[in-house]
């Protein structure tokens, strides 16, 4: 059975940095490639960043290119997202995934404001 578990999020000012992590289980986690997306209140849930199962190649949502980054322990089963230069359009609730799953975690909530 596949399980996410996103943590990491809380309220930020402007300009700040937090490091989601992402603990996965239920599948090979060092041969899929995972992704983190955010879905801002009322709005589709958006993919931002992508990584391959080595954590070498990564793709980038332009919103969040040159902001954020994301990496991987394959041996801790952990994808992270690390966000910096934080903007309010940020805000929203983030999850991550696997592309050859349908589960999603319950995500974790990230508030960018003053």
């Known amino acids: 059975q596949v399980q996410l578990v996103e943590s990491g999020g809380g309220l930020v000012q402007p300009g700040g940095s937090l490091r989601l992590s992402c603990v996965a289980s239920?599948?090979?986690?060092?041969?899929?490639?995972m992704r983190w997306y955010r879905q801002a209140p009322g709005g589709e849930r958006e993919l931002l960043a992508g990584?391959?199962?080595?954590?070498?190649?990564?793709v980038f949502a332009d919103s969040v290119k040159g902001r954020f980054s994301i990496s991987r322990d394959n041996a801790k089963k952990t994808v992270y997202l690390q966000m910096n230069r934080l903007k309010p359009e940020d805000t929203g609730v983030y999850f991550c995934?696997?592309?050859?799953?349908?589960?999603w975690g319950q995500g974790t909530q990230i508030t960018v404001s003053s």
């Open positions: 995934n696997a592309p050859s799953s349908a589960t």
């Open positions: 990584v391959d199962s080595v954590g070498i190649g990564t």
């Open positions: 239920g599948f090979t986690f060092s041969t899929s490639a």
